[in-house]
């Protein structure tokens, strides 16, 4: 009896793999970004195999557009790179955050196995396939084999019933769970999700829960595919393949939780697994974030837009929306949201990681404060060691822009 992650490694290592085994497993795709693929580059050119190049995905998005010379030193290493061997590649202005466009562009569907060299490569679990994190070396392997050993994870199986509150998404559903298992406590497990709440999710919420299982140290995540995945995935491909859990499968333990007593959440300096009702925090701040690969989709846009409508923000913040891809951003100007927050006094800017690494274009100073839609809090994240970063949904950061200090929407008449 198997979990679905079991067989998932199981075909694609023609072995019966069981959680503990190591296999070597055939991979669909692997992808780098520019700060991980120069590295990959190097591990590949010493190897001298030929590069595997329709299962290679190169997508720059850290540093991109180029910060300064350095960063535009990797770009154009990862960009000749694909363009010499014809890899998939979505260059500025045609991609976004590496694993928002893994996602949109039919890269992730429910049955295979991606490896990314980035940590938030878990997020396409919500998606019902394995995809996992792994470090740049590894990667420049994959790039001349297509395949990596793996240890088959056990399933941590965390189990959400209930209809969340209004305002309560998935980030504050994940923001929960992490409070409650804490940082790195699904270490190596797969962090399965079911449960009648996941009905309630679309692919975006998902995407944002599989996103910060990264968090909890899980080696991927796993969300049983429905009626949403395959609408997700209709005119992006048609090749997958559907794995379910059996029905006495084994898991390492099983976490249940109650979504209907989940309040909207933020996770308070300086870990993500630092949660509190936003309701008992107050704390001014310096900028709003919303963006990168957590909560940077259309959908969180929307969301922020209906908050921000006809309001002006605080003046004491500036408050950034930066979309997760080049298609979040065209559909944000075509629907007019853009406007909407640029009328509020927002700035509203082109697809990059940039500030959510406190890579560039959002650093924050000595003593600022964030409140931001990213997926990590820790010192130092955003800025300098003494800024402070509040993790939150985006609703609740359009809201805490206005006020001035973290707030909930239900504030804002
Ligand atoms: C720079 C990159 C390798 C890193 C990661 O792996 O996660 C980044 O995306 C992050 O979120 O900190
Ligand atoms: S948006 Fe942030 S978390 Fe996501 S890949 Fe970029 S730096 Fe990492």
Not at 227 to 248: A, Q, V
Not at 315 to 339: F, H, I
């Amino acid at each position: 009896m198997k979990t679905a992650v079991e067989k998932i490694f199981s075909d694609k290592s023609g072995n019966d793999a069981r959680a503990g085994d190591y296999v070597i497993a055939n991979l669909d795709y692997v992808m780098v970004n520019d700060i991980t693929g120069p590295i990959a580059i190097d591990a590949f050119n010493e190897l001298g195999y030929k590069p595997l190049s329709d299962r290679i995905v190169v997508i720059p998005d850290h540093f991109v557009p180029p910060k300064d010379i350095n960063s535009a030193i990797q770009y154009k290493k990862v960009k000749d790179f694909a363009l010499k061997h014809n890899t998939h590649f979505y260059d500025l202005g045609r991609g976004g955050v590496c694993h928002q466009v893994m996602m949109e562009k039919g890269f992730a569907a429910p049955g295979r196995l991606i490896a990314g060299a980035d940590s938030h490569t878990n997020t396409y679990g919500a998606l019902s396939c394995v995809s996992v994190g792994i470090g740049s070396t590894e990667a420049g392997v994959i790039f001349g084999t297509g395949r990596m050993w793996f240890k088959v994870p056990e399933t941590d199986l965390i189990r959400i019933n209930g209809r969340p509150k209004k305002g309560v998404y998935g980030k504050d559903i994940i923001l929960n769970v992490l409070s409650r298992i804490g940082n790195g406590g699904s270490a190596y497990k797969c962090m399965e999700f079911t449960g009648s709440t996941i009905d309630y999710l679309d692919i975006n919420e998902r995407m944002t829960m599989a996103n910060m299982t990264t968090e909890a140290g899980a080696k991927c995540s796993f969300f049983n595919a429905d009626e949403k995945t395959l609408d997700y995935i209709r005119n992006k491909t048609d090749d997958y393949k559907i794995y379910k859990d059996d029905e006495n499968a084994e898991y390492s333990r099983i976490i249940d939780i109650d979504a209907s007593e989940i309040e909207p959440s933020v996770a308070i300096p300086n870990s993500p697994d630092n949660v509190r009702p936003v309701s008992k925090v107050s704390e001014r701040i310096d900028q709003a974030y919303i963006g990168s690969c957590t909560n940077g989709r259309i959908e969180d846009i929307r969301r922020a837009a209906l908050i921000l409508k006809d309001k002006k923000i605080d003046k004491n913040v500036r408050l950034m929306v930066v979309p997760a891809s080049q298609e979040v951003y065209n559909q944000a100007l075509k629907e007019g949201l853009v406007d909407i927050i640029t009328d509020a006094g927002g700035y509203f800017a082109g697809t990059t990681c940039g500030a959510c690494l406190g890579g560039y274009m959002g650093v924050l100073g000595p003593g600022e404060t964030c409140i931001s839609t990213t997926n990590r809090n820790f010192i130092g994240r955003m800025g300098d060691r003494t800024s402070r970063v509040y993790l939150a949904n985006p609703e609740v950061v359009a809201a805490s822009a206005i006020m001035g200090r973290i707030a909930s929407p239900e504030e804002i008449q």
